[in-house]
């Protein structure tokens, strides 16, 4: 028997005579009046009532310590002969285990060494922990562990409370600053019936009261749309978006942005915009303007550098586009193993950008003015149709947004879908006809300019993380496999090296 299944069988032992003896090891509720924060700063003396995870338990006989934990911090117990009550000694000894939930009742004393701890008088099992927490020392070592275990990786390593604590921060700074600017805050659905505002592959599902196919959003820009064209200005919404793509350090399936839109402004007000509020927001969250990421120190404080997407390839790549013919584009998309599924000159020129400029954009940096083709949800630029309204800001190699000039002409809206349709077959990442959006577009939009961030990417740089796995409490991953199938595999090896 392992040292694991000994510890479980000896705490399923605890929980039946505890049973026996008509006490619940998971009690329905606690009068929690204090934090474990709270209790070190308060005066000696004072009573304290308060609960939390035991994380440690020393009994040396007379005396008896252990540390509590809460969301706020960690305080010592200690339980203490002649001064804590002898029923509670010995229930505590006998009982309770690291892991467990308690609830303490005592006052705030100092220990000889001077250590502000709580001297318990009363103390009650919440919750029985059945299976033990990792080593203190150790926590959990494999990533993919701690990833699917995400409640024991935030119990026992404070690092990872404190990524999630800037999550939440800069969050709030975002919403602060998009209110004090008089946007509203909306919300729009995520199961829709056509899915729209991007180019991507959705998830797809059925609505059985309706039988009829649904997805879930890839973006929630159009919604949004339609409440401009409702009367609404300026509004903002957190989106939860889906996508049925790749995994990779920057994605997963489910991720959230941030999205805008503004009535009466254009793509160039949105670049003063962006760097406002991405500067305001860094600010906030860290208190400089100045970051350091995975050995990179990036400086957030504006002016941004700003530049069109054929200069960024002429300064980064080392030619000219505009120069090349088609062909010859076509010869470097083959030499750098680039695939589209129907060639299309702007495109094209986008997935070179993405191949050799987009990592070597290392501080932010607006790239404007993408070719037309790339967007067809945004104007075209007046004075060369040929480039849309639009430009994407640039961090440590990584598109952190999208921004552009919408589009509310239907008539050129509709002939870009309709030719959208007709590369579904090819492109199962092309866009699909909203006839109800382009009823909205005929009775009318106001100029309009919106604004997409990427929330989980904009985190990883606050927090230097380096997978966006590690700023999602839950981020998607393969099912585990059983021990079952860990052996079988094992015997397939073995089996396979004897042939």
Not at 195 to 216: C, I, Q, R, W
Not at 409 to 426: F, G, I, R, S, T
């Amino acid at each position: 028997m392992g040292r694991e299944e000994q510890i479980i069988n000896e705490r399923l032992k605890k929980i039946k005579e505890l049973r026996e003896q008509g006490i619940n090891p998971y009690t329905h509720k606690f009068d929690k009046k204090n934090n474990c924060a709270e209790c070190l700063e308060l005066e000696l003396k004072t009573k304290v009532k308060t609960a939390g995870r035991l994380m440690t338990k020393r009994d040396l006989g007379k005396i008896s310590f252990a540390v509590l934990k809460d969301n706020f911090g960690e305080v010592q117990l200690v339980l203490q002969e002649s001064k804590t009550f002898e029923n509670q000694m010995k229930f505590f000894k006998k009982y309770f285990d690291r892991g467990d939930f308690v609830g303490v009742e005592g006052e705030i004393f100092k220990t000889k060494t001077g250590q502000t701890s709580i001297l318990v008088k009363k103390i009650q099992l919440l919750t029985k922990s059945i299976k033990p927490l990792p080593e203190k020392w150790k926590g959990l070592q494999d990533k993919e562990e701690r990833y699917r275990k995400r409640y024991i990786d935030l119990v026992m390593d404070l690092k990872v409370r404190e990524v999630f604590n800037k999550r939440a921060k800069t969050i709030s700074a975002i919403r602060e600053f998009l209110v004090k600017k008089g946007y509203d805050e909306v919300e729009t659905p995520i199961l829709q019936p056509i899915y729209g505002g991007t180019s991507a592959k959705p998830f797809e599902s059925k609505l059985n009261a309706l039988d009829m196919k649904v997805y879930m959003r890839v973006s929630n820009e159009l919604y949004l749309k339609r409440l401009i064209a409702g009367g609404y200005e300026k509004i903002f919404e957190f989106s939860p978006d889906f996508r049925n793509e790749g995994m990779d350090a920057t994605h997963n399936p489910e991720f959230t942005q941030m999205e805008t839109m503004c009535a009466y402004a254009d793509y160039n007000d949105n670049m003063d915009f962006i760097e406002e509020m991405i500067e305001f927001v860094v600010k906030k969250v860290c208190g400089k303007t100045k970051i350091e990421y995975q050995g990179k120190t990036l400086d957030f404080k504006r002016p941004w550098k700003r530049i069109s997407m054929i200069d960024a390839i002429k300064n980064y790549a080392g030619f000219d586009p505009d120069k090349l013919s088609d062909k010859e584009i076509k010869d470097k998309l083959q030499e750098l193993k680039i695939e589209i599924p129907v060639f299309k000159r702007g495109i094209a020129i986008e997935e070179l950008f993405g191949e050799l400029v987009e990592g070597k954009l290392i501080q932010p940096t607006i790239v404007y003015d993408f070719p037309f083709e790339t967007c067809g949800l945004a104007k075209p630029k007046q004075e060369e149709p040929r480039f849309a309204e639009r430009f994407e800001p640039y961090v440590n190699g990584w598109e952190l947004g999208n921004v552009y000039s919408e589009l509310n002409d239907p008539e050129v809206l509709e002939e870009y879908w309709k030719d959208q349709e007709k590369m579904l077959a090819k492109d199962e990442e092309a866009q699909r006809l909203d006839l109800d959006f382009l009823n909205m577009l005929k009775i009318g939009m106001p100029p309009t300019s919106g604004i997409g961030i990427g929330i989980d990417r904009l985190v990883m740089l606050l927090t230097n993380q380096p997978s966006i796995r590690d700023v999602l409490f839950f981020p998607f991953m393969k099912p585990e496999q059983t021990e079952l199938k860990k052996e079988e595999k094992k015997e397939e090896k073995k089996e396979q090296k004897k042939k």
